[in-house]
């Protein structure tokens, strides 16, 4: 590194004009979401339509830290506490303070921070520390912090930089109280099986290539990892309980069916990491790796974090070979571990493989940090096309691309409408269940409705096999359905042979034909009322009556509400 002041560039930037700069930037990355509110389009796929509605579910019904075994009865027939997540996770607390809609916007705020910061904190002290470097270690810090992080991970990957900044202040022996309190938090704000088990993997590996080099133990930094990892037994006891410690629990995972993690899918995985693309990041290492190469200058850091990522992608695409398959379906299916989730730590590797490359571009031509700052603008660039505000779905309609935006907050959820097709059912809703068609379950259970159906991530193999009863016959008329349900079954929905989906949305001309569901199996768990976002042939599907057609100006569905006979 350079320690000459002569070789340090003067900047058109003050270090404070900097933080500023960044910061605004950040901010002005989410402020759509506080100008927008619950007009904001947001992601729902794995959030809307399940997580969203989990934490509102459990503060609604004063389950947070109900027994594992308790019933909750709004959702799919009353399955227990334990499918959901533990009341030691910090986004209950947002959820409560907040309400919902505004605790999805204060943890994109928040997480956007973190990530800048804890990006900012490892670069400038471990990975390219040095004035010299100043614009590269702020660039790279705010394209990480603008990478689209999900609130219902939480720290999972923008906490990551700064967990590792608290270990390596460790490995080097500062014990103070910031770095053991940035360990405790992470457990209770992040989730175990999708980042955790794999930074505790990273950790060893860092703790084995210390003994090499050094011939000792840090002492300090293996108490790090103990209290990591008895943190998040704490944090996630309840999914210990549910498949470690009750036999009796039998989860509907034990009938998983894994896709195999195809070379493929690997490659994917390395390149884009999981829900991230950093086309613009590879492009500048690959540059920099060349110029490396023709000058034997490649550090060590860099040269162990890219094998790290090139290994752990072929390990686990190879896992899968013939005389592994059983070990992984094991794991998969017994535990909730998927060792695809490795890609969930890879944004923190590619990020500091980005910065060691500007850095070294930057230093090493005088051209370097043109180039650096051309990279962090265009990568700049392409975060905000990713922006989940921003992001949109095609379809093809009468022969021609349409692009269509997803349901807001306000247009998905359609309290305005629920609220009208309670009000004409009359009963108290505790009263009777409701399914679903042709939408996902829970927007009823968001405003209030007992479900049958829904989607959750773990619960009892026996609920799936009552489920399974309900929809048997219609999803045997279509393998791809039929598989759908069987292979994996978190989503215990009304699915049809003509595999309409749960996206459909108002004014469509959608009309099913004969829907081959047990209605006695349906009725035994109560199901009284069916809520359809397509039309059914009434001639053909005499057990449901139709009564009424609910439109909406604030709703992104029409609802016919069926009742079954």
Known sequence: MLTNKKDVPKLFLTEKSLIWLSLLLVTLFCLPYLSLGENASVTINDNL??????????????????????????FMSGITRVSFPSEFNFTYLWFWIFGPVNAYIFERFLLSYIAFFGMLLLLKKYIIPGERY????????????????????????????????????????????SNWFIIACYPFYSSLITSGFFFIGLLLIILIDYFVKKRRIPVTFCLGIL?????????????FWAFLIDGNYISHRTEFVREKITLYKSIANFVYGLYYSNQIVLTSIIISCFVMWKYKEMSRMFKNVLLFIIITLLVSSLLDSV????????????????????????????????????????????????????????????????????????????????IERDPSFKTFFATKQFSEISEFIGDHKESYRVLSLGIHPSISQYNGFYTIDGYASLYELKYKEIF?????????KNASVNSYFENWGSRAYLYTASDIGYMNLKNNSIELPH???????????????????????????????????????????????????
């Not at 339509?49 to 459990?58: C, G, L, T």
């Not at 909730?336 to 990020?351: C, D, F, G, K, T």
């Open 134 to 177: 100043l614009l590269v270690q702020y660039g790279v810090a705010v394209s990480f912090a603008l990478l689209p992080h999900w609130p219902f991970g939480g720290l999972c990957v923008p906490g990551l930089p700064i967990l590792l900044f608290a270990f390596l202040n460790l490995l080097n022996g500062e014990k103070r109280f």
């Open 49 to 74: 339509d399940s997580i969203f509605v989990w934490y509102k579910i459990i503060l609604d019904t004063k389950t947070v830290f109900a027994a594992n075994n308790v019933s909750i009865p709004p």
């Open 323 to 402: 005389f592994l398959t059983t070990v992984t379906n094991f794991l998969f299916q017994k535990l909730p571990v998927n060792l695809e989730r490795i890609a969930w730590i890879y944004p923190l590797l590619w990020m500091i493989l980005f910065a060691i490359s500007l850095a070294y571009l930057t230093r090493k031509y005088k051209f370097g940090i043109h180039f650096a700052l051309t990279a962090v603008f265009l990568q700049l660039i392409f975060n905000i096309s990713r922006h989940e505000l921003v992001v949109t779905s095609l379809s093809i309609k009468s022969g021609y691309l349409k």
């Open 227 to 239: 209290v990591l990892i008895s943190l998040y037994i704490i944090s996630h006891y309840r999914l």
């Open 468 to 476: 399974r009863r309900i929809i048997k016959n219609e999803i045997s």
């Open 515 to 565: 829907l081959d569901f047990d209605i006695k199996m349906i009725k035994q768990l109560n199901g009284k009322y069916i809520l359809s976002a397509v039309r059914l042939n009434e001639a053909l599907n005499p057990d449901f009556l139709f009564l009424k057609k609910f439109s909406d100006a604030d709703s992104a569905w029409d609802i016919y509400l069926y009742k079954i006979q």
